[in-house]
């Protein structure tokens, strides 16, 4: 009996998705049957997320970066921010991460937001650890690559979370819009972000009250 396995793939860069695809559909088992969508940034999976909804196909699979281009509206400023967003409009879709960032603090983040079934590093991915983890996480579910699995070893008491408006603040700061002008991008007060931009510097530990360096220390950790 034939399964059918619903896929999208997001990533701005398509040798690496037609290098994702090639790898799915060489390792796939017999009766295993892949129907494969692209989006290459924030806008394009969302439509694709939102038109399975609306036609009752909904996903299986999310394969996700994190580094992509913003919505063009601004309301999503990662990969990040769009798996939140799927887990809310797709909550039967497993995510695979897929991610350049090798930082621990990120990695933490990203596991404590979104709590993917799947997480994988970019720099040490081989086709045959992409082929394990699909069949993994369709099948039991967690699939964390080794350096994912060292990292949460190293910092598993951290409690520390940046979620989406905190992210969105540093993202529109290193944009150059400045603090008092925050409030035009975010549904929240200026002593709000105030508050939020004291907890940032709290976490990166910047105690010269200077954006540029909470943005620089934020792009070390892979948060901007």
């Known amino acids: ?13 398509p040798m690496i998705i037609e290098g994702y ?14 129907k494969i969508d692209i989006a290459n940034n924030c806008d394009e999976a969302m439509f694709h997320m939102e038109k399975s909804v609306q036609d009752q196909h909904p996903y299986d699979i999310l394969f996700m970066d994190i580094s ?6 601004g309301a999503m400023t990662s990969g990040e921010d769009l798996a939140e967003h799927a887990r809310k409009i797709l ?24 709590n993917p079934e799947g997480f994988l590093i970019k720099s040490d991915l081989t086709s045959n650890e992409l082929a394990s983890a699909f069949q993994a996480v369709l099948n039991n579910p967690p699939f964390y690559s080794g350096t994912v ?51 940032l510097r709290e976490v990166f530990e910047v105690y010269d009250g200077q954006d540029e360096t909470l943005l620089k220390k934020a792009k070390k950790e892979g948060f901007v």
């Open 21 to 34: 695809q090639n790898t799915l559909l060489f390792s796939k088992k017999e009766n295993q049957k892949l």
């Open 149 to 199: 699995n060292s990292f949460i070893r190293k910092i598993v008491t951290n409690d520390i979370i940046i979620d989406d408006k905190n992210r969105k603040i540093l993202h529109l700061l290193s944009q150059g819009i400045k603090t008092k002008n925050l409030g035009e991008h975010l549904d929240i007060s200026l002593s709000a972000i105030e508050k939020r931009k004291k907890y």
């Open 1 to 13: 009996m034939s399964i059918h396995i619903k896929i999208l793939m997001i990533d701005d860069h």
């Open 91 to 114: 909550p039967q879709a497993k995510i695979i991460i897929l991610t350049m960032f090798n930082e621990p603090f990120r990695v933490h983040n990203i596991i404590k937001t979104i």
């Open 68 to 73: 992509l281009p913003p919505s063009k509206n």
